[in-house]
Nanobody
Framework: QVPLVESGGGLVQTGDSLRLSCVASGQTFYGYTLAWFRQAPGKDREFVASIRRTGSNAYYADSVKGRFTISTDNTWTTVSTLQLNSLVPEDTAVYYC????????????????WGQGTQVTVSS
């Protein structure tokens, strides 16, 4: 089991921004796809964004396109970051980072590695 740890969540107002980070120690995840999912109360876990560990092939859900940006870097510990701009109450959810070997998938069942989640709450 590879530990992934998210941070950066919080309580913000509509229109505000947050930056989420996903960190893993001892694993670079080269060759993997890095993703973020979110889950609101009473709803299924949904895909938000993904990127290759090389930094290529960023892909977004339609609901966040143009507002969220996923990125990765070459440090030993930071796996990915998710910049959340122009937040709205509908973005309120627990946000999870996830990792899988190989190419992109928007289905959470294809991701074997998960963090514990970080809460994002957007007030109106």
């Amino acid at each position: 089991q590879v530990p992934l740890v998210e941070s950066g969540g919080g309580l913000v107002q509509t229109g505000d921004s947050l930056r989420l980070s996903c960190v893993a120690s001892g694993q670079t995840f080269y060759g993997y796809t890095l993703a973020w999912f979110r889950q609101a109360p009473g709803k299924d876990r949904e895909f938000v964004a993904s990127i290759r560990r090389t930094g290529s092939n960023a892909y977004y859900a339609d609901s966040v396109k143009g507002r969220f940006t996923i990125s990765t870097d070459n440090t030993w510990t930071t796996v990915s970051t998710l910049q959340l701009n122009s937040l709205v109450p509908e973005d309120t959810a627990v946000y999870y980072c996830a990792v899988k070997w190989g190419t992109r998938s928007t289905n959470y069942i294809n991701f074997p590695y998960w963090g514990q989640g970080t809460q994002v709450t957007v007030s109106s």
